[in-house]
């Protein structure tokens, strides 16, 4: 029998907050909110424990209801974020040519995190094993090197060195790392600096790794401890006491998590505002954007989320300046001592007053606040989205409007206008640079505007992105359970791998080997081999291939209530995601999980597709929801016996060729309940390959859809 619930945590700045989601419905059972522990003796470890304490007893459940837990931090973040991290000695080996290559390191890798705080480094070389690298070892430690990295220029080739190396580091006592063990791809200066961030963090979260896994296992918890990952994933303890700068920015990775996986958004934009900033995240095709990271002003290979974040959120105060709302932040109320006045008893506002004030020393006297006959009150964000009614009812920031209307008038006053304009102007000025760094974000992506969905989480939700959305002329909703919606999206993770290799025109062989790799990790990592599904993007510029794995710790998916959906309404979904007529969509395929609708708008008779013409796609899944979208697609239906010669003819039919070779369409696959993404091969011999191996074990009956597009 599956187990009853999956367990959440997310530990943040001032609140460690858990949820408790029923495993077969998926359903939001049971939530908590206590304050993070940061100054306890165990440290964070101990907030977690009360926050799964207090989520048990409230939600009516035992410590073996328990068949999943997951708890994402920000203790890594605010590490280096703060410059709260670890000397790093680096040891870098090799003669002659690698040894010249490795040397170079010893320029220096210090990095200034934050204003006056510094990741150190020192560097000390070792031509050969055994003695040698212990001679390098004493002399990083005796210069105060708490953490040991390995270095030699090819050793995502032959790690046979670095490994020795960390060994001998291990035995003199220190705590060691390699180079190797963070990426496998090449440029050596990129890859150590990498290593070395990672290295910095490791004795303090190492630390709080034994305290969260020994106080879980006291309080009766058998199922495996794991913690999310900047990608949106999660790992087990022992990935996070290897790889601990994985959990760098995975609070906001947390969020749109928890937006993609109980939202099932397949193409838009999440905000999730808090109370001083707004974290930004781009949604295409049901997966979200990711980047390489850049700390402290250098590229990294950490693969995360790209998130990007606006100092605007549902506490953000308001700064008036030559009679005129100029803008909304940096500064929040909590920063200023303030309450919301839009949450105080309207007889503390009686007689109120606009008052300038300066949230902190040095700070511009332009923020405004209202003193009443109950003290003085923050004018925020959050109290211009109440003025507006604009928080539903059913939202965790709601109050009667009321207040915030008292609140209004003196600002209203000053700036000669009414009540509802003066919010106006407040939410105008708050969501300009949030709606710069949106149609940036659709630019840079090629999101399609005309199907564009803004979708807000966090507490602050309501105070940015409907308002926003109206500006935009664009859909908006804010998540179910907003205020949670970070620890939901660390409960609904699944298990995370992703595999990197260099590998100069790789052929199928190549391609099949790196998935399995990535595919045997998630697994390794409690991850059912049934559910885990694979991408492979093969990138010939940089001659890498890169395999990305999830899968679920267990197999129980949600109940689709009576059964699928009608057809009647997947085809109203889809054509209000089309901005179409539902008239003017056709049902092209059909597969047991999936139906896949054209926008053909009021053509008649047989579909002929050809080469360069294919129509508008939205594919809805069983439950209703647009898993797929392509704005000039075409879609051809087979069974899984003739799974091989369907993409042989898409191949044949629809590869270009010109000066610079061979041009693939961008295929995928509608297996089962997966959709295969085969857009990331640039050979026929691969994308077969991959097919092959997702048809393997299927019945020959099975139908099965192709989707194909031309490349942009």
Known sequence: MPARIRVGIDVGG???????IDAQTLELVGQVKVPTTHHHPEGVAHGIVEALTALLARSGHASGDVGFLAHGTTQ????????????????????????????????????????????????????????????????????????????????????????????????????????????????????????????????????????????IKAAGITSP???????????????????????????????????????????????????TSTDISVIRR??????????????????????????????????????????????????????????ADPAALRGAEL????????????????????????????????????????????????AARLAFAPLAKSLGVSVAEAAREVLRAAVRPVRDMVESLVREYRLDRRSLVLVGGGGGAASVTPFLAAELGAASRIAAHNEVISPIGVALAMVREQVERVVPDPGQADVLAIRREA???????????ESVEVDVVVDPRRNTVRAVATGATELRTKDVGDGPVAEEQARATAAESARADAAGLRLLAETRHYRVYGVLGERRGPIRLSRRKGVPLRVVDREGVVRFQAPDGQVRVATCGAGRELLGAALEELTEYGDGGARLPALHLLLGGRIVNLAGMTKAEQVLGVAETEFAGREADEPVALISEARA
């Open 14 to 20: 001032t609140f460690t907050d858990a949820v408790a």
């Open 76 to 215: 890594a973040t605010n590490a280096l974020l703060e410059g709260d991290v670890a000397h790093v000695g680096i040891v870098g080996l090799g003669r002659g040519f690698t040894g010249w290559r490795t040397r170079r390191l010893a320029r220096g890798h210090d990095i200034e995190l934050a204003r006056g705080k510094h990741l150190r480094t020192s560097y000390a070389h070792a031509p050969g094993a055994g003695a040698a690298v212990g001679e390098a070892v004493r002399r990083l430690v005796g210069e105060g090197s708490e953490v040991v990295v390995a270095a030699e220029a090819f050793s995502v080739d032959d790690p046979a060195g670095e490994d020795a190396a960390a060994s001998c580091a291990r035995e003199l006592g220190a705590i060691a790392s390699t180079s190797h063990e963070i990426t496998k791809l090449y440029g050596l200066k990129t890859r150590v600096r990498t290593a070395v961030i990672n290295a910095s963090i490791l004795p303090r979260m190492l630390g709080t790794a034994e305290l969260v896994d020994k106080s």
């Open 225 to 275: 401890l794991m913690v999310m990952r900047c990608d949106g994933g999660v790992m087990d303890l022992e990935q996070m006491r290897r790889r601990p700068l994985l959990t760098v920015l995975s609070g906001p990775a947390a969020g749109v998590a928890g937006a993609l996986m109980s939202e099932r958004i397949g193409e838009g934009i999440f905000l999730e505002t808090g109370g």
């Open 286 to 343: 049901g997966r979200v954007a990711v980047r390489h990271a850049e700390i402290g002003g250098y590229r990294t290979f950490l693969t995360s989320l790209d998130v990007r974040t606006i100092g605007v959120g549902g506490g953000s105060l308001i700064r008036v300046r030559g009679g005129k709302v100029t803008e909304a932040g940096p500064r929040s109320a909590h920063i200023a001592g303030l309450s919301y006045a839009g949450y």
């Open 355 to 402: 008052v300038s004030v300066r949230p902190k020393e040095g700070d511009p006297d332009d923020y405004v606040a209202v003193d009443g006959e109950g003290g003085r009150f923050a004018l925020t964000t959050s109290c211009a989205a109440l003025a507006l009614e604009l928080v539903p009812e059913t939202d965790y920031a709601h109050a009667d409007p009321a």
């Open 519 to 529: 595919e045997q990790a998630v697994v390794a990592q409690g991850a059912r081999a």
